[in-house]
């Protein structure tokens, strides 16, 4: 493989909720309402964006423990299940934390997204935001 | 909003294939099969993936062309439709260019995944492997 050299992002925005701490698998996130608030240079960057439904939400999982990195883990916690590889799971232990997850899109207000169903802690980064198209991000 | 500090990522593997140049957005990427070679550190990581018919590819668009970035752009370059705002779109010229896509996994050789339909460049960095989970990754 040849040499890679580091890639550099800038967040572009923040997350704001009410869920502080790292939930088990179990909490449901469905019904979590939070505002995406983008810096302010953003703004325009959101027009027209309230002609979907969804949106897939792209964020550093800045606050996992910190740990060891597993190549085998269990999927959800699930120990019923036996351990998957790591890149066969959405664990939050992974090389490049980068979260992603598909939420509702409620209400727009400029630079600020009010999102449903987003698995992010209060204060969570935000690297990007994408339509969800149903052609394009669904299996055929 | 608080201010942020730059994130930094290093690439877990590249992308193999056979398409050099940016193509436009006619251009038909699904039946394209690619190689993405993980780091062989990661080798473990891919255990038990090919459970998963499809997978969502993180990768760094590390070559759209050198130019400002635009707030509004025509979605998938086309004019018919008016311009939207860059988040509204999925244009690669974005403040952070991650790019995401569904693809359906074909093969799995240790380090290496065959997979079909993703629509990057050859020698693409590769940022995240993650599983694509019906239930989470598509509107209920």
Redesign the interface.
Known sequence: ??K???????????IHNDVEDSRDASFDWSPVISNI????R?T??????D????L?I?F?MDRPEKKQLQ??VYPRGDKSLG????????SPH???P?G?K?A?LIEVHGNVLIVKGLDALN?T?V???????PG????I
Chains 1, 2 share one sequence.
Request: hydrophobic share 40%.
């Open positions: 493989m040849t890679q050299r580091n890639i550099i992002l800038k967040p572009i925005g923040v608030e983008l810096d302010e953003y325009l960057y959101t027009h027209g964006i002609q979907h439904s969804h897939l792209l550093w190549p085998l351990k998957a590889g790591l890149f066969a799971t959405r992974r090389p490049n980068v992603l598909l509702e204060n980064p690297i990007d935001i994408k339509p969800y198209l394009y991000d669904s299996p």
